[in-house]
């Protein structure tokens, strides 16, 4: 099973409408929040993941499993 465990700076990607993206991991989220422009209903239990896109500059929430950390 993959680690769904990520921190601050991680190097992740994940699944887009394009192709795959490539970001990093801001902030993980362990409470109900609005953030990359929706309600977010993160939990300590399920928490998830604010990422910012290296390609467009901007930021998305995505659940640990839709995030692979990228190996260098």
Known sequence: MADTTF???????????????????EKKLTERTHAGKRTVDASPEEPQ?????????????HKPSALRRISD
């Open 49 to 61: 993941y604010l990422v910012r896109s290296e390609k467009s500059g901007r930021t998305a929430v």
């Open 7 to 25: 921190r601050r700076g991680d190097q992740v990607e994940w699944d887009s409408h394009g192709g795959t993206a490539r970001g990093t991991v």
